[in-house]
């Protein structure tokens, strides 16, 4: 199956916490078996509403073929990190 998964991280991190927290959240799906498609930063954007404090985020786009333990798996971690502010993963159609 092929997810979308977008998720958000803190604007308080240095830039090099950031790029781990990204590398980190991709790699739970890689060692997952999860094939990453492709993935991007979308860049710190202001949020709709205030998230833990937090008024903007840094946004990042992952789009993987991936069986439903490594997107749980994904969701566990993300869900756990007090890096991410918020995820959400989407499912696409075939």
């Given at each position: 199956m092929k997810y979308e998964i977008l998720f958000i991280v803190r604007p308080d991190l240095e830039e090099k916490a950031i790029n781990d927290t990204f590398k980190k959240m991709e790699k739970v799906l890689v060692d997952k078996k999860a094939k990453v498609l492709s993935s991007k930063e979308l860049g710190q954007k202001e949020l709709a509403?205030?998230?833990?404090?937090?008024k903007t985020g840094y946004y990042f786009l992952i789009n993987v073929e991936a069986d439903?333990?490594?997107i749980n798996e994904f969701e566990r971690v993300a869900t756990l990190s007090e890096d991410v502010i918020r995820h959400i993963t989407i499912k696409l159609e075939k």
């Open positions: 509403y205030e998230i833990k404090k937090h439903s333990k490594a």
